[in-house]
């Protein structure tokens, strides 16, 4: 038996007990029929262009969600072209057979279009799995092992990223313009423009760590060749706000986007010591891995490493010569859930902590927030606030919002959220569905 | 000069292929990817056309640089595959302004012409999904002529003694693929190491050492396994193993290539020329393979072949998909210290690539020449956009 349709989220209980799931089967359904594949449907939005949602549909009725970010339309086609004949008529609950075989001859080392769609998909079947038994993901990896997450705030307002191309730097400064007066969080120009007024909101609001970029605008005026005094002094100059305001009760994170060169970082890296950020992320591209240990060696900062790598050989890489000591992992870039887990789980082994990114999306989120209180080395949560409070509320409910500063996956089944009614029959939806009918396969 | 569109062409029976069509200044430059096209198509309109329309075409290192994305960078995936088609084409339309082939542009020619090996494929191989292992063989019903990959399996000495009437001195199987589906490639018994190591062995029965013999894994193996398999082979002297592992874990391929006297050839698959550096700087091949299709194009490849030829390693250019690949990489060849033989699909080279392109080279004595008119030096047949099952999209200013 199968559960029909996506049950209702439960109420938080106020213990950190295990919840009586309200919808769990008695038995967990035999494998059999119920559970292959049947349907694999994509959403667009004009509104978002640059998001792509995802949902794999069973014989039986019951549903899994995914998505990913940057480049939607060569996604939508890869899993329309190459997924869908693949995995239609397939057993949805083998999730780490599809892993394996959706991993291409092509395109398997780093976050292309395949690796992008494939995480979509396996984030989707986890939570398929979960709809089908009852359970919240954290509960299918293996339970909590704390009942909520410390978060941080990327520094980001209300559109940043909604309406970039995957192309390079735009992803950078994208979304200043739009994000004033759309509500309080414009917490973007409010980095630049007034850090310290921004650490002191924040800490109101109970978040104790702050992710910001003030770099990255030198970096593009030099292709991150080189730094000027002035424009160092100009990109310190909100750190030294903020701990002039409220001292070290902000921990403040940086992210430089792999936009600089050597020795250009480590110029940035030096000047930056005495201001004690909590990391440097992305300093430069991840594949440049002998400089990045090179500056792992010269700063006492940690180096996080990074939102954009798939691979759990180029983490090895990156770990065995002690160039990271924060590793990221987004789940919606790097192969899903089950790469997450394993290359986190390489992480414990080098005894380093590791964080998962989300400045992706709403899924992306809800299932960050699964892992960061399932995994025994997870590190931070990172929020978006002015996405939380904005337009993630668009696309679903039953989002785990933070609170105190701290932040607990959803109970519901799965990943624990909802399409927002309605979502997939908006005026500006792209659908596109590939089913087991289809006569292509 | 300004690009003016960009096109991208689909062909029906050749599902895997996309060819790329830019247009600036009444020229148009030509360039192809394989594998994955309706991806690749969509990328290209999504996110290259609205960067490069408008754009002078001869800046093909900002081009690349740009292109290189926040995400799908350093590996051969859409983007990589999609930007390596625009790369080609871009060079292309270089060339032809400038009146300068393709060579010439890289340097001139290094060599006096490079010998072919045969890659052991009939006319269908790969074309209709994108698996490589045997269910996308295409072996056909009733093999017609060039149809190798069945004769390796079965007439290994009529088609080594084929292969030298033609004095086609080098030939590339792959008779281990059916096991390493069996085990997902984590072990391989002595009976399987047995019949796969058949082929080859009949060969030098056959013709002795006259012919070249190149053992394709497809990056199918663990360590173990792959071990095993380059120990059963040394016996047989083939000139070279390739991507015994996959080929992105170089500290993997290292593993292998200590464990055996055969060369290590790898990396068909891998993207960016910085994949390459680490390849080589960490002990992962004797001969670096690189597919001017995927690694992100005439850019990337040669910045590929400098890095071999700096390291003194030999460099050897992919060519198993379609071709405009095929003459991308005659190009690179002869502009290449480090190449010493140029890979060709006889069964595609003698068939289906000349039905799409005009002007395709010969082989003369064992060996191919690039074309030496500007650019590439070949276009598509003047009919195929007006073919039946052609599919044309294009994005313009």
Redesign the interface.
Request: glycine share 18%.
């Given at each position: 038996m199968v559960t029909p349709t996506r049950p209702e989220a439960a109420t938080r209980p106020e213990t950190a007990a295990l919840p009586e799931t309200p919808t769990r089967p008695e038995v967990i359904a035999p494998l059999g029929e119920d559970l292959v594949v049947s349907s694999i449907r994509t959403l667009r939005l004009e509104s978002d262009p640059t998001y792509l949602w995802v949902e794999v549909r069973t014989a039986g009725g019951a549903s899994g969600v995914g998505e990913t970010v940057l480049g939607p339309e060569a996604v939508e086609a890869y899993i329309h072209d190459s997924v869908a004949p693949y995995l239609l008529g397939k057993d949805a609950l083998r999730i780490e057979g599809h892993a394996q075989n959706l991993r291409g001859y092509l395109g398997y080392d780093g976050s292309g279009a395949e690796t992008r769609g494939n995480s979509a998909i396996d984030v989707a079947l986890w939570d398929l799995f979960g709809q089908v038994t009852g359970l919240p993901l954290y509960q299918l990896l293996g339970g909590r092992v704390r009942d909520a997450m410390r978060v941080y705030n990327t520094c980001a307002g209300y559109d940043f990223g909604r309406n970039v191309t995957l192309l390079g730097a735009g992803v950078v400064a994208a979304g200043l313009d739009d994000d004033r007066a759309k509500g309080p969080y414009d917490d973007l120009a409010a980095a630049i423009e007034r850090p310290d007024e921004l650490a002191r909101d924040l800490l109101a609001e109970g978040y104790s760590a702050m992710k910001i970029w003030p770099f990255d605008e030198a970096a593009l005026s030099t292709d991150g060749r080189s730094i000027s005094a002035a424009a160092l002094r100009e990109a310190l100059e909100p750190l030294r706000k903020i701990r002039t305001a409220v001292g070290s009760r902000m921990d403040i994170l940086l992210d430089f986007h792999g936009l600089w060169q050597w020795p250009a970082i480590l110029t940035i890296a030096q000047a930056l010591e005495e201001y004690q950020p909590l990391w440097l992320e992305d300093p430069m591209r991840w594949d440049s891995t002998d400089q990045l240990a090179r500056l792992a060696a010269s700063t006492r900062l940690p180096l996080a490493l990074s939102e954009s790598m798939s691979s759990i050989v180029r983490y090895r890489e990156l770990m065995e010569r002690h160039a990271v000591g924060v590793p990221i992992v987004d789940v919606s870039w790097c192969g899903g859930i089950s790469e997450a887990r394993k290359i986190a789980s390489l992480a414990a082994s080098h005894q380093l902590p590791v964080t998962v990114h989300e400045c992706t999306g709403p899924l992306a989120l809800a299932a960050a927030s699964h892992l960061a209180v399932h995994l025994p080395n997870a590190m931070f949560q990172e929020v978006v606030r002015a996405r939380i409070h904005g337009w993630y509320q668009e696309i679903v409910e039953g989002l785990p919002v933070p609170a105190d500063g701290l932040i607990s996956a959803p109970e519901a089944p799965g990943l624990g959220v909802r399409w927002r009614p309605g979502l997939w029959e908006r005026s500006d939806a792209h659908v596109q569905e590939s089913t087991a009918s289809d006569p292509r396969w | 000069m300004k690009i003016s569109a960009i096109e991208t062409i689909r062909l029906e029976d050749y599902p895997n292929l996309l060819l790329v069509q830019v247009h600036s200044d009444d020229l148009v430059g030509l360039g192809e990817t394989f594998?994955?096209a309706?991806?690749?198509?969509?990328?290209i309109?999504?996110?290259v056309a609205?960067?490069l329309l408008g754009k002078d075409p001869r800046r093909m290192e900002v081009h690349a640089r740009?292109?290189?994305?926040?995400?799908?960078?350093?590996?051969?995936?859409?983007?990589?595959?999609?930007n390596s088609a625009i790369d080609m084409a871009l060079w292309d339309l270089a060339g032809q302004k400038a009146g300068s082939s393709l060579t010439a542009m890289l340097g001139g020619p290094v060599n006096g012409g490079i010998p072919v090996y045969n890659t052991c494929a009939g006319p269908s191989y790969v074309r209709k999904?994108?698996?490589?292992n045997p269910s996308n063989w295409g072996i056909e019903e009733t093999p017609g002529e060039y149809e190798d990959l069945d004769a390796f399996l079965h007439r290994p000495e009529a088609l080594a003694k084929s292969l030298l009437g033609q004095s086609i001195g080098g030939m590339k199987i792959w008779p281990f693929d059916p096991a390493a589906v069996r085990s997902?490639g984590q072990e391989i018994t002595p009976q399987e190491l047995d019949k796969a190591v058949e082929p080859i062995k009949r060969v030098r029965e056959a013709v002795g050492m006259d012919i070249d013999v190149m053992i394709e894994l497809?990056?199918l193996w663990s360590v173990t396994a792959a071990t095993l398999i380059a120990r059963a082979l040394e016996p047989y002297a083939p000139k070279w193993i390739e991507d015994p592992t996959?080929v992105?874990?170089f500290a993997a391929l290292n593993d292998v290539r200590s464990s055996t006297e055969v060369p290590i050839a790898a990396g068909e698959?891998?993207?960016?020329s910085?994949?390459y550096r680490?390849l080589l700087d960490e002990g992962g091949a004797d001969v670096a393979i690189v597919d001017v299709s995927?690694v992100g194009g005439v850019t990337e490849a040669r910045l590929v072949a400098d890095l071999a030829n700096e390291r003194s390693v030999q460099v050897a250019f992919h060519n198993c998909s379609g071709p405009v690949t095929f003459v991308a990489s005659l190009h690179l060849a002869a502009a290449s210290r480090t190449a010493a033989t140029q890979e060709i699909v006889r069964a595609f080279m003698f068939g289906w690539h000349r039905d799409l392109v005009d002007d395709l080279p010969e082989l003369h004595d064992g060996q191919v020449r690039p074309p030496t008119g500007p650019g590439l030096g070949v276009a598509l047949q003047a009919d195929l956009l007006t073919r039946p099952g052609v599919s044309v999209r294009q994005s313009a200013l």
């Open positions: - | 594998f994955g309706a991806a690749a198509e969509a990328y309109h999504e996110s609205p960067y740009r292109l290189n994305g926040y995400v799908g960078f350093r590996t051969a995936g859409v983007e990589t595959r999609g999904t994108v698996e490589v997902s497809h990056g996959r992105h874990d698959t891998l993207g960016g910085g994949s680490s995927w």
